[in-house]
T-cell receptor, first 110, second 114 residues
Framework: DTAVSQTPKYLVTQMGNDKSIKCEQN?????MYWYKQDSKKFLKIMFS???????INETVPNRFSPKSPDKAHLNLHINSLELGDSAVYFC?????????FGPGTRLTVT | AQKITQTQPGMFVQEKEAVTLDCTYD???????LFWYKQPSSGEMIFLIY??????QNATEGRYSLNFQKARKSANLVISASQLGDSAMYFC???????????FGAGTRLFVKA
């Protein structure tokens, strides 16, 4: 069983569109994250939820809206996509110490 | 504020040799954890090793060991007996104990030569 899964794995879309990325973890963790990895491989935290409550909201355009319907799910919705949103987006859940990452979603905005 | 510095953008190592990837950090907190993650070309992020700031022994996991020098604020990753499959990006990271935010360094790309 996959511990942290994301869908879709690849997402190609045009500027101005709205898209969502879904994330699910079956590890029973309370805390989940969204990260953005840019073309230079820099990994930046975007959001974190703990028990469905938003606890970290970094300086992210409000076009990005996370949603956690339950502890096992953390989705990311992006409105009015821009070229600069092209990146790999990782979902992660946190155990006692380490984080478990999903496989990533490569978003390409054309 | 927390900060992680990885000064080696890229490194080469001969297969079967040991290699050290550098990581220094900046924090005013006394209780924190340090992590290393591996990202192969396939893209997934793989947890390698964890060191708590109060752990007296350096952490080891198989061929990975973390050379923790608290006074110098360094947490270098040592990979022994390098294998071709070790070619990847390696990220050092830190989080305050009890905190939620993990800060990542810029990464070091390791190339293992046959």
């Amino acid at each position: 069983d996959t511990a942290v899964s994301q869908t879709p794995k690849y997402l190609v879309t045009q500027m101005g569109n709205d898209k969502s990325i879904k994330c699910e973890q079956n590890l029973g963790h309370d805390t989940m994250y969204w990260y953005k990895q840019d073309s230079k491989k820099f990994l930046k935290i975007m959001f974190s939820y703990n028990n469905k409550e938003l606890i970290i909201n970094e300086t992210v355009p409000n076009r990005f809206s996370p949603k956690s319907p339950d502890k096992a799910h953390l989705n990311l919705h992006i409105n009015s996509l821009e070229l600069g949103d092209s990146a790999v987006y990782f979902c992660a859940s946190r155990g006692t110490y380490e984080q478990y990452f999903g496989p990533g979603t490569r978003l390409t905005v054309t | 504020a927390q900060k992680i510095t990885q000064t080696q953008p890229g490194m080469f190592v001969q297969e079967k040799e040991a290699v050290t990837l550098d990581c220094t950090y900046d924090t005013s907190d006394q209780s924190y954890g340090l992590f290393w993650y591996k990202q192969p070309s396939s893209g997934e992020m793989i947890f390698l090793i964890y060191q708590g700031s109060y752990d007296e022994q350096n952490a080891t996991e198989g061929r990975y060991s973390l050379n923790f020098q608290k006074a110098r604020k360094s947490a270098n990753l040592v990979i022994s007996a390098s294998q071709l499959g070790d070619s990847a990006m390696y990220f050092c990271a830190m989080r305050y104990t009890g905190g939620f935010k993990t800060i990542f360094g810029a990464g070091t790309r390791l190339f293992v030569k046959a």
